[in-house]
């Protein structure tokens, strides 16, 4: 039982350069988000989705790109890093139910020099 | 918007103390609540959680009311030790239901 996976763990980017965080669940949940995090800023929501096909902006959604093929998956596209972007990813999944709390992949920490 | 406020930090305890960690929020409606405990290199996990009002979430010797009065869900233990050393995150979920919206989260030091 995976939980929420995410890959690649460390990753250092140069300025200018794309990438895709990916992010994949085994539990059939709904919904799943993207968040970052930074020192003293707590968890910032970028984009999440609540099913397959359907995707919306979070707080701080510029610079990134999201897509939601199939309910597993749901891979955070970087189009042009930059030295802003440096944190850490976290992804996270749940049910469609307000109750139901959120499970998070354990991060991906990503540098841009 | 929906939002929430915890006390800053860092919050330095001696082995046995008592621990509050203090959240307020703002939203609409009725949303649920959760405390998320992130130890150090690690992902966040659940704590607890409350989904309505004068519900009492506890895991681990933590507890959490939530207090729909005075918009608070403010965490409490006993007696903490050294392995609760870690980052603590309040979160709503609102009645969109959507997604979480954190706090800044709280930095807990204890020390032996």
């Known amino acids: 039982n995976a939980g929420v996976t995410q890959t690649p763990k460390f990753q250092v980017l140069k300025t200018g350069q794309s990438m895709t965080l990916q992010c994949a669940q085994d539990?059939?949940?709904?919904?799943m988000s993207w968040y970052r995090q930074d020192p003293g800023m707590g968890l910032r929501l970028i984009h999440y989705?609540?099913?397959?096909?359907?995707?919306d902006q979070g707080e701080v959604p510029n610079g990134y790109n999201v897509s939601r093929s199939t309910t597993e998956d749901f891979p955070l596209r970087l189009l042009s890093a930059a030295p802003s972007q440096t944190s850490v990813y976290f992804c996270?999944?749940?049910?469609?139910?307000?109750?139901?709390?959120?499970?998070f992949g354990s991060g991906t920490r990503l540098t841009v020099v | 918007g929906d939002s929430v406020t915890q006390m800053e930090g860092p919050v330095t305890l001696s082995e046995e103390a008592f621990l509050t960690i203090n959240c307020t929020y703002t939203?609409?409606?009725?949303?649920?609540l959760f405390w998320y405990v992130q130890y150090p290199g690690e992902g966040l996990q659940l704590l607890l959680k409350?989904?309505?009002?004068?519900d009492k979430g506890s895991n681990k010797g933590f507890e959490a009311t939530y207090r729909k009065e005075t918009t608070s869900f403010h965490l409490e233990k006993g007696s903490v030790q050294v392995s609760d050393s870690a980052v603590y995150f309040c979160?709503?979920?609102?009645?969109?239901?959507?997604?979480?919206?954190f706090g800044k989260g709280t930095t807990l030091s204890v020390s032996s």
């Open positions: 996270a999944s749940s049910r469609d139910t307000l109750n139901y709390g959120y499970t």
């Open positions: 539990m059939n949940h709904e919904y």
């Open positions: 989705s609540v099913g397959a096909g359907i995707t």
């Open positions: 939203a609409t409606g009725y949303p649920s």
């Open positions: 409350a989904t309505k009002a004068d």
């Open positions: 979160a709503l979920r609102g009645q969109a239901g959507t997604a979480l919206i």
